[in-house]
């Protein structure tokens, strides 16, 4: 075998496969359980037999490997029959109401709330439990299942936010189906939560620590306040959506997803200070150094990849106390056999999949790079080690791309340079935020000190995230399996042709092979205008503004100057905006005008937001629905941006781009949406290109517009509400307009635009581009001033 595919490997992949067959299949699948576990079995009996006879195998192994085939998936069946099975599944096929007790199982998180089409629903907080009984039918029952539990109301959402695993609550709610392969039993709305019993002593403790260290940097930026906590002990809380984005794009999230990196900084500290009170070798360090790796789990919750790294740290501390010397890549295969016979369910967790993954190609490349990094000059084994940072990152962004690719996360073509630019501030971070955690429960103003140097840190890594993922962002990529397979086979002959130009290229070939590549990378998302024969380029020489293709929704940008712009609405979906905005080259946003708080055109902010320096955002006056200007205000925290309400007769001039606000001058009730009626209707120019810009006007307000308003001819009309059915006969024939522009989804549910409404621009002699039809629409002035409409296409 090869020095990386050991006995134990093959073990380990036997027992990941049969656990993950039984977890995927039981729930869906043509046999019950018990049946699979025997064709899983008979499999496994067979392809071992033919490798024995080839001798591919020795005898024992083969009996090992099938018994931990066997037991791998009888475990996994005897965990999944319960979830399938039982008066909770009956409950949740029928969407019964119960009255149960459980007791959490980990942290509560926030459910974003769905944006359709104007509406979002509500936020809900989630949070994994136990449930321990249940009254069901009016029957009740002693159970122990896990759950997930999700707020249907204030009350509930208040009585959970906060609550720490191992608190034992009361709750009466809905029961929905879950989805076993996730190891959940049922779903349960709850409408009621009551705490009655606390959470155990360990956790309280485990929870002082978070606590301390989020007050350690409450006085910091908001950067650091999302980022350090993360990073120490995976607590993101407060990280805010567009720094969270950036993290994605960036290939650096997976930073505030704790895992060996933090559990080996565990390691270095407790042994450092071992070290500085005495404590130099021998069983005792050991146990010190195994009670701290147990306790930072506690704190930083059993995550798949902190699972990983505590297991592979208890079988290198065994390994010692026995004084057994054992290869890395056999202590990852030890500790993923022993992981998934103890949870199956990790066999199907995308998470514990890359962390190995990561972890795999680490070890396997560190193993070739070790020896030559101890050879040689100084200098020499310094840019070996340079090259060998460089090769490990690859390689670990390249193990973990199917399965970003699969999940839809794109390719994060920027994730090896941002890795390489913040990992020399993980480390310092890392140890001085969880020093400052555990100072923080004695003196918090010691903590806050120490957390000054790991704020420098983690301010870093932000900076490092927003300007990799800006220059060179996540690449898009089909996901699901199709996705994950296309990728994984252009990584395959990747490496195939690397490994053949070096065993039979000569330095021609490979440097061919390396400009190849980074011609690829720069084409794929070089923000640049590509200019290709006979096709059209983006964005068209002499743009003045764009309306964004954002699906169900608008975002119009306004050209200010040389990568600078202002924006009116930004849609429903950061990403979407954030990608139009990238391809205008637009890196400066001085102005954001949000004309009402309706899902489809202020959701998208943190796109805009993403990466760029912003200056004022100006909303409507009427805060309907409330819980969208919530978010606005959230999301300007700590973004650098200033809010202000539009009021009439504001009016700003941001170089070519002149705004003036003619609505709302009152609020009209009760005559369609009052949201849309509220829309801040304003009179634009740029470069002498006029506009009538109206929001989602609906037809009342559209009337009291040319009421109390001088309405002149312009060049451009964005049409009001998507071009819906609403609309003042007067309002286009008042515009006369040269050019319309809808902002509209494909095949919405709303009908928009209206037959009737597109003909009324028309029939006004006016252009008409529709996004659904026609992408990004652009108007565009020429040297000789001829103004024209033209589209990037679907």
């Not at 960036?250 to 565990?266: D, E, F, K, P, Y």
Request: hydrophobic share 55%; with cysteine.
């Amino acid at each position: 075998m090869t020095p990386w595919v050991t006995r134990p490997v093959v073990a380990a992949a036997a027992v990941w496969a049969s656990a993950a067959l039984v977890a995927a299949s039981a729930p869906s699948g043509p046999l019950p359980a018990p049946a699979l576990v025997a064709v899983i079995g008979s499999a496994a009996a067979a392809t071992g037999l033919l490798a024995w006879w080839y001798g591919l195998v020795e005898a024992s192994d083969l009996v090992v490997v099938l018994a931990l085939v066997l037991l791998s998936a009888g475990v996994a069946a005897w965990r999944v029959g319960p979830l399938l099975d039982g008066p909770l599944a009956i409950a949740a096929a029928e969407r019964s109401f119960v009255r149960a007790e459980a007791v959490t199982t980990g942290d509560p998180r926030v459910r974003d709330g769905r944006t359709s089409g104007s509406r979002r629903t509500d936020d809900a907080w989630v949070v994994d439990a136990a449930l321990v009984t249940a009254t069901i039918a009016g029957q009740g029952r002693v159970l122990d299942l896990p759950v997930q539990i999700i707020t249907g109301g204030d009350a509930a959402s208040a009585a959970v936010a906060g609550l720490l695993p191992g608190t034992t609550v009361e709750l009466t709610g809905r029961v929905l189906p879950a989805d076993a392969r996730r190891g959940r039993a049922a779903t349960i709305v709850a409408e009621q939560v009551t705490v009655v019993r606390g959470p155990p002593p360990v956790q309280v403790a485990a929870g002082a620590v978070r606590e301390s260290l989020r007050q350690s940097v409450s006085a910091r930026s908001a950067d650091v306040r999302g980022l350090l906590p993360g990073l120490v002990v995976g607590d993101t809380a407060a990280q805010g959506p567009e720094l969270e984005q950036a993290m994605r794009d960036s290939g650096l999230a997976h930073l505030t997803a704790v895992s060996g990196g933090n559990v080996a900084v565990v390691v270095a500290v407790v042994v450092v200070l071992g070290r500085l009170v005495g404590l130099r070798r021998g069983g005792v360090r050991l146990v010190v150094v195994a009670l701290a790796v147990a306790a930072y789990v506690v704190v930083a919750r059993p995550q798949p990849s902190v699972l990983r790294a505590a297991a592979m740290a208890a079988v290198v501390l065994v390994a010692l106390l026995l004084d057994l010397r054992v290869r890395p890549v056999d202590v990852l295969a030890a500790a993923v056999v022993g992981l998934v016979l103890l949870d199956p369910f990790l066999a199907v967790s995308v998470g514990f999949a890359m962390s190995v993954a990561a972890t795999a190609a680490l070890i396997v490349i560190a193993a070739r790079a070790a020896p030559a990094l101890r050879a040689g000059p100084w200098w020499s084994r310094a840019a070996r080690a340079v090259g060998a940072l460089v090769v490990v990152s690859a390689a670990a962004q390249l193990a973990v791309a199917p399965l970003v690719v699969g999940i839809g996360g794109g390719v994060p073509v920027g994730g090896v340079v941002a890795n390489l630019l913040a990992e020399p501030a993980v480390a310092p971070a890392t140890a001085l935020g969880l020093i400052a955690a555990v100072v923080g429960l004695v003196s918090p103003a010691a903590a806050s000190v120490l957390a000054v140097p790991a704020g420098w840190a983690v301010s870093w890594i932000a900076i490092v995230a927003r300007q990799t993922s800006f220059v060179a962002g996540s690449l898009p990529w089909p996901s699901g399996w199709a996705g994950a397979a296309s990728i994984s086979a252009v990584i395959g002959l990747a490496v195939v042709g690397a490994w053949l130009a070096r065993r039979h290229g000569g330095p021609g070939l490979r440097a061919a092979l390396a400009v190849g590549a980074a011609v690829a990378v720069v084409v794929a998302v070089a923000p640049v205008p590509v200019v290709v024969p006979g096709a059209l380029s983006w964005p068209p020489s002499g743009w003045r503004a764009v309306m964004c293709a954002v699906g169900q929704g608008d975002a119009l940008v306004l050209r200010v100057g040389a990568g600078e712009a202002v924006v009116v609405d930004t849609g429903p979906d950061p990403s979407l905006v954030d990608r139009c905005l990238r391809r205008l080259g637009v890196v400066r946003v001085p102005l954001v005008l949000l004309t009402h708080f309706h899902a489809d055109h202020v959701e998208g902010l943190p796109g805009v937001l993403r990466g760029r320096a912003a200056g004022v955002v100006v909303t409507s006056p009427l805060d309907d629905p409330p819980g969208e200007d919530r978010r606005v205000r959230r999301w300007l925290g700590g973004s650098g941006a200033s809010l202000r309400v539009a009021a009439p007769g504001d009016e700003w001039q941001v170089g070519s781009v002149h705004l003036r606000v003619v609505w709302p001058t009152r609020f009209i009730r009760g005559q369609g949406s009052d949201a849309n009626n509220a829309s801040v209707t304003v009179l634009a120019e740029v470069d002498g290109i006029t506009f009538a810009l109206g929001g989602d006007l609906e037809e009342a307000a559209q009337d009291a517009v040319l009421a109390e308003t001088p309405v002149i001819p312009v060049d451009v009309v964005k049409v009001p509400h998507h071009g819906s059915r609403y609309q003042s006969p007067a309002w286009a024939s008042a515009f006369r307009p040269r050019i319309a522009l809808i902002g509209v989804g494909v095949d919405n549910d709303y009908g928009h635009p209206a037959p009737d409404t597109v003909a009324a621009y028309q029939a006004v002699g006016a252009v008409v581009g529709r996004t659904d039809l026609d992408g990004d629409l652009a108007v565009v002035l020429d040297d000789t001033g001829a103004l024209a409409l033209l589209r990037r296409g679907t």
